[in-house]
Structure formats: C-alpha cells, structure tokens
C-alpha cells in the first residue's frame, strides 16, 4: 500500500523492475516505444513498481496473468549473498537510495521470506554500526560507511543523532 505523503514510497514504488509480457496487448506498445502497436506475448519490459503489480494481477479471460515479474537486480542471489557476508560494507545507496522501502514492497508483493529475513539480519547489523556512528563524533562524518547509507538509513542516524545530543544536554543539567 502506498503512503500518499511518502515521498520515500513514492519513490520505491517508481523504481523498475523487470517484467515479461503473457499475452499480447493490443495498445500498450508505447511501453516498449512503440507507440499505437501491441506489446506481444514474451516481450522483457521494465515498468515502474506501481504499475507491474497492477499488470500482475490483472489476468486475460483465460486466467493467464498479464505479466510475470521478475526479481530485480537489486534483489538478486549475488546482492543478497553481499548482504549475507558483510552487510555493513555494502553500498547499500549505490544499489538503490530507498533500498529497504524498495525491499519491503518486493517482500510484500511476493511473500519472500527467506529476503524478509536477510533484509532484517542486516538492518540489525547496520543499525549497530549507525548507532556507532551517532554516538562517537570523533568518527569521520564523511567515511566509507556514512555515504553507503540508504534514506531510511540516513534518518536513522539523524534520529540517533538527535537523541544521543538530547540525552547530553538532559544529563548536563
């Protein structure tokens, strides 16, 4: 379900994802760049999130699906193996800059357990390094680390930024 006044939903949901057509679309082939003809039956596409869900679960009279979604590339065996060895060295903005939000549809979309749960292995391993992070201000704000964070990522270190200075100023007084 989209957040209207998300922006960082907005965004996940606009990001592409590989899809295949089952059947031939009269009308659609301006998604391809041929606009006025159809989009056949086999045809590789790639369509914002939003609008492959939407094709997804509309299905001809005969019940075939319109499309099949693929996996993306953020969201394939050699990312989540990355995510498995060492997920506080991967760049996760470099994959996608709302990676978790982007992950949290897929999983959603496609129950994909086994992602689900390399997706929070690595949230926990990530926000102990953030919380680190926030608390030694001694660490380069410009490192490695800092800029492989993605925006939920970013706000996370804002947030316990924020409340590591709050507890400072509490414990001054």
Known sequence: MVDYYDIDDIL?????VPSIFNITVPGLGYLEGNPGKPINEGTKVELPLWLAEQLAHL??????????LLEPES?????????RTDPVALDVHSILPN???????YCSFFSDEELSEIIKQMIKERSLEIYSYANNSSK???S???????EFEKRLFKIASESNRQMKNWLKE
Do not use: H
């Not at 969201?75 to 995510?83: C, Q």
């Not at 490695?144 to 993605?150: A, I, T, V």
């Open 144 to 150: 490695r680390f800092m800029l492989s964070l993605d």
């Open 99 to 105: 990676y978790y939000k982007m992950a949290e549809k």
């Open 140 to 142: 380069q704000m410009n």
């Open 75 to 83: 969201l394939n065996v050699k990312v989540r193996n990355a995510i």
């Open 59 to 68: 299905e001809a009279p005969d019940g075939t699906p319109f499309i099949s």
């Open 12 to 16: 996940a949901t606009g990001e592409k």
